[in-house]
């Protein structure tokens, strides 16, 4: 089992090499000038031509590649003397349109994504796998159709659109709630309820559909094992063999995918950020996006690689522990 | 099984009225298809879609409106739809664009052209391309497989909406240096391409899945050792039990590249007016939400009916295709 979890972690970690090189690679090769973005419009060439040696845009792309590399382990230092400025470790660039460094500006955004995540991964696993399960225990019936139905709209229909009707009916329509304006959960607990409960109902709704489609068919599944004939023959209430067998079974693959889906949201849920305009690294993300800020660009793809990537060795890992079919094997 | 050669041909003729005739698999599936009735109007929902993007320039012609004709009369001095619910009349039956007028209902069937094209469009070089991996990967095994497998992960690291926007400018455009005609076409081969790149991985996965496990199947088996090639076997053998997988994934693949063609529009990164996607027309609409909020809806609804056909078509397909349905049902 160590030998199993050192062997993945290594993969995984050269699989992030790879990440960051093509990443890299790539943002490096749009066409943009990074170091005239430095500055506004009326900037001297002087400034510019100062400043693309002061973030060291004027190395060859290999070493740029090497200094970034460095940065992430050892921090990194921009320009001598006076001017001089450092991200410490692990740094990921310094952002010339916002003037800060990435880790720093990945660091602010970061909390507002997790609590963005975290609650809306509760919310949609409990509509998820309630909804699945009432619709497996009533196939065929209005409930399974309605699932159904509910898991179509669900997978397809675009994120901003359903944010958007969530947002015009609760807020504007019915003005049931006020306009969300995100506080920090410290500071302002009721603002920051009322800023978040909007986009994990989107989040929700648009990702619970998916899970309500797999728990049904899971359990529908597993109602035709042998295992579960056998929890039924040996006197079982149905009550236990549902929760001990049926359940357990059907829980394996969500599980999996619960965690990848969780993982690629930590990246930044770069849509619902911006329909209610939260401060995450989605909306951090899509600033950049419009001000060509590259060293935040590669900063949050690298970020949302790592937790996909790190999502992936614990669904393995922890496949072995859910499943004990696999860990005979 | 048809008659064999030592049974009487009037024997064979009786059994044969009788109705023991031998139905293929494809053929079972196709009459399980049939007896599903809401698939069955599902089916027609999405002919419908089809003909009307196909026939929408005779369909407007016969209507006499069109989807980039100016129509300041159905608009009042806030160049807001005149009458209620955003200005449908006996003329604009939909009602009409807020700030030019537009009739919203032949911009729905010309935006249906393009959301269509571009969602039939990136499954097909989609599912191309995730078949002819997942085949390769799954048939050859070994280095090959091993180095598709690094490429699968490779791919599925990256968070492919953030990729998806930032590459938009740039890609589209590179493609239009290529000799794309710029605008709009470089744009949807921008959206098929980038839907394939990060889209192939996850036919591959099935397609590689199902490959292996047939492989090692005796009919495989059998058609290896009568000598058949590679090829032979991919095509004659492998394929034909690989399209109700790969049916499936396709129908529920489709709409996904549809909401796609419309988050980039909707951030301003997609179709350019006047030329009318649903996608454009959702971006669009939310900018009125308040004073306008049945244009919300049009494009809205004309998206989710063909979603929820496609699912519904993609269910009974899957239904149909599964071995393991009852076959004592079918007359």
Redesign the interface.
Known sequence: MFLFITRRLFFALL??F??SV??YL??S???VDPAALTCGKNCKPELIAANRVRLGYDKPLVEQYWLFLKGIFVGRDYGMGQAAFSCPAPSLGYSFSQHECVTTLIGKTFPVTAFLSIGAFILWMFIGVGSGAIAALNKGKWQDRLA??F???G???????VG??VL?SVV??LGILPFPHYESPLEDPVKFLNAMILPWITLAVLSAASYTRLTRNGMLEAMNEDFVRLGVAKGLTRRVVLRKYVMRSAMVPIVTIAGLDFA?LL??A??TESVFSLPGMGKL??R??VESDLPV?VG??MV??VF??LA?VIVDISYGFLDPRVREK | MSASGTVDQSVAAEAHQNSIASKSPFQLAIARFQRDRVAKFALGIITFYVLVALFAPVICAVLGISPYRLDGDALNDFGLPKGSFGGISGEHWLGVEPGTGRDLLARLMYGARVSLFVGFMATIVTTAIGIVVGVISGYKRGKIDAVIG?FT??T????S???I???TR?IT?RLESFGIPEGNPARIAYIILISAVFGWVYVARIVRGQTLSLREREFVEAARASGAGTWRIVFKELMPNLWASVIVTVT?SM??Y??TE??LS??GLGMLPPTASW?AM??DS?RY??AD?TY?FIP?IA??VL??A???VG?AVRDALDPKADRQNIA
């Open positions: 699989l992030l790879a990440v093509v990443t790539l943002f090769a749009l066409p159904n139905a898991t179509a709209i997978v397809s229909l675009p994120t901003f659109y958007l009707l015009f504007i329509w690629a990246g930044g770069i849509i993300s899509i950049a996006v660009l949050t793809t949302a690689a996909i990537v992936n | 690094r992960d490779l599925l690291a990256f968070p909406l953030l990729l926007i930032a590459l740039p455009q529920l709409p996904g549809v909401a419309s988050t909707f951030l996608g959702l971006g939310v939400y308040r909020p919300l809205g998206l989710i979603v929820l496609f699912n519904i269910d």
